[in-house]
């Protein structure tokens, strides 16, 4: 593992300890300068069967890494509306682990019909963000093992932007459509 990811997944660790009052990031000196670098990132808990718990991202970066991952690590741990938040005890009872998902090279793509889409997918299995007005989505890398199709692939995209696929079909010259290229690492929260 290189030197910026152990300390990516201590300040994920750290920044969870700090609500439960036992660290503070307030004088904490970043040792790489990739943290400092404009990045959006996943910061993922999995219980120790790598069950997915929580989970929280920003998809564009709009703060440094270091930043994006305090943020994220909390608000999985503590604000993700699908699970109950992160207990002390289960910090200590369960060994949690920790999963932080690099975006890199975001790029906006254009396609002329929703079957040239289709059949970029089928080719290539990229990472996908769609983006209509203030609704955006993309999954976590992991997604193609589960959808084996394309269509589902963007069907499920669709329905997790909260967009009716009418309302995509429809304004499909208004989607925006970026692929990206990711970095993925983690550990057990007891190793970091």
Not at 37 to 48: I, M, W
Not at 87 to 99: H, K, S
Not at 152 to 162: C, N
């Amino acid at each position: 593992m290189k030197n910026y990811q152990i300390e990516a997944l201590q300040i994920a660790k750290k920044s969870i300890l700090e609500e439960f009052w036992k660290y503070s990031l307030k004088w904490y000196k970043i040792l790489n300068k990739e943290l400092l670098e404009k990045k959006a990132c996943f910061v993922t808990l999995k219980s120790f069967q790598k069950d997915l718990r929580w989970c929280i991202w920003n998809i564009f970066p709009v703060w440094n890494l270091y930043n994006s991952i305090i943020s994220n690590a909390k608000n999985s741990a503590f604000s993700d509306p699908r699970f109950s938040p992160l207990t002390f005890e289960e910090l200590e009872n369960n060994d949690i682990f920790v999963e932080i998902t690099i975006l890199w090279e975001i790029q906006e793509k254009y396609f002329l019909s929703i079957q040239e889409l289709l059949k970029f997918l089928k080719e290539n299995k990229p990472w996908l963000i769609i983006q209509l007005w203030f609704r955006e989505a993309t999954f976590l890398p992991s997604v193609w093992h589960e959808i084996k199709s394309e269509e589902d692939f963007l069907t499920h995209l669709i329905y997790k932007a909260w967009i009716e696929i009418d309302e995509f079909i429809n304004n499909f010259s208004k989607v925006k459509i970026s692929i990206y290229s990711w970095e993925e690492f983690g550990n057990k929260i007891s190793e970091i």
